[in-house]
C-alpha cells in the first residue's frame, strides 16, 4: 500500500512539476500530503492553490478543512467564507463555516450558517442538529427542540450532553455550553 501512495505522490508532485502555475495540480498534491499525514504540506499546497486560483471552491473548501483539523477555527471559517463567496450554493462551505463558528463560540454566526445548510438542503440530518444546537445556544429553546425532532427523525443521533443541556433550559436562557468544544 506505501509502495502506491508514493507513487502516486510521486505522480502528483511531477504533475506540479510539469506545471507550477496550475491550481488543480496544487490542490491534488495537498490533499495528497493530507492523506499521507502532512498537514504542514497540505496546508501549503491548498494555500498555493487558492493563490493561484482564487475563485477555486473546492480548494478554499479542503483548506479549510485542513484547518479545522489543525484547530484553527478562525482559518476554517474565513477559508469557507471564501468559498461561499465563489458559489453561495456550496453547502459543505456553509456546513464546515458553521462548524468553526461553533467551536470559537460564535452562536448568532453559527445559525446563519446552518440556516444556509438548511436553505440549500432542507433534508440534511447534520444541518437540523447543528441548527438546534446554535439554536439553544441563543435562547430559542423551543425552536431547538423542534430542530432536534426533525434532525433525530432524519437519523442524526445527538450527543448525550445536548439532550441534556436542552432538558434544564428554559426558553430565552442563553445557553452558550450549549456549543461543543473541540
Same mark, same amino acid.
Given at each position: 500500500?506505501?509502495?502506491? =501512495?508514493?507513487?502516486?505522490?510521486?505522480?502528483?508532485?511531477?504533475?506540479?512539476?510539469?506545471?507550477?502555475?496550475?491550481?488543480?495540480?496544487?490542490?491534488?498534491?495537498?490533499?495528497?500530503?493530507?492523506?499521507?499525514?502532512?498537514?504542514?504540506?497540505?496546508?501549503?499546497?491548498?494555500?498555493?492553490? =487558492?493563490?493561484?486560483?482564487?475563485?477555486?471552491?473546492?480548494?478554499?473548501?479542503?483548506?479549510?478543512?485542513? @484547518?479545522?483539523?489543525?484547530?484553527?477555527?478562525?482559518?476554517?471559517?474565513?477559508?469557507?467564507?471564501?468559498?461561499?463567496?465563489?458559489?453561495?450554493?456550496?453547502?459543505?462551505?456553509?456546513?464546515?463555516?458553521?462548524?468553526?463558528?461553533?467551536?470559537?463560540?460564535?452562536?448568532?454566526?453559527?445559525?446563519?450558517?446552518?440556516?444556509?445548510?438548511?436553505?440549500?438542503?432542507?433534508?440534511?440530518?447534520?444541518?437540523? @442538529?447543528?441548527?438546534?444546537?446554535?439554536?439553544?445556544?441563543?435562547?430559542?429553546?423551543?425552536?431547538?427542540?423542534?430542530?432536534?425532532? =426533525?434532525?433525530?427523525?432524519?437519523?442524526?443521533?445527538?450527543?448525550?450532553?445536548?439532550?441534556?443541556?436542552?432538558?434544564?433550559?428554559?426558553?430565552?436562557?442563553?445557553?452558550?455550553?450549549?456549543?461543543?468544544?473541540?
Amino acid at each position: 500500500m506505501e509502495s502506491v =501512495v508514493s507513487s502516486k505522490l510521486e505522480d502528483l508532485q511531477a504533475a506540479v512539476a510539469r506545471d507550477p502555475d496550475s491550481a488543480e495540480a496544487h490542490m491534488r498534491l495537498g490533499m495528497a500530503w493530507f492523506k499521507r499525514g502532512s498537514s504542514k504540506k497540505a496546508r501549503q499546497e491548498l494555500e498555493l492553490a =487558492v493563490r493561484l486560483d482564487p475563485g477555486y471552491v473546492e480548494a478554499w473548501v479542503n483548506l479549510g478543512g485542513i @484547518y479545522m483539523t489543525a484547530l484553527d477555527f478562525a482559518g476554517c471559517v474565513e477559508a469557507n467564507r471564501k468559498a461561499a463567496e465563489c458559489d453561495p450554493a456550496c453547502l459543505q462551505a456553509h456546513y464546515n463555516r458553521g462548524l468553526g463558528n461553533m467551536y470559537q463560540g460564535r452562536a448568532e454566526e453559527m445559525l446563519e450558517c446552518f440556516m444556509k445548510v438548511l436553505d440549500l438542503d432542507p433534508g440534511n440530518p447534520g444541518g437540523h @442538529y447543528h441548527h438546534a444546537v446554535a439554536l439553544l445556544a441563543v435562547g430559542k429553546t423551543r425552536e431547538a427542540r423542534v430542530a432536534l425532532a =426533525v434532525a433525530t427523525k432524519l437519523g442524526w443521533k445527538p450527543e448525550p450532553g445536548f439532550i441534556k443541556a436542552l432538558e434544564r433550559n428554559k426558553e430565552g436562557q442563553i445557553h452558550s455550553a450549549a456549543l461543543p468544544q473541540p
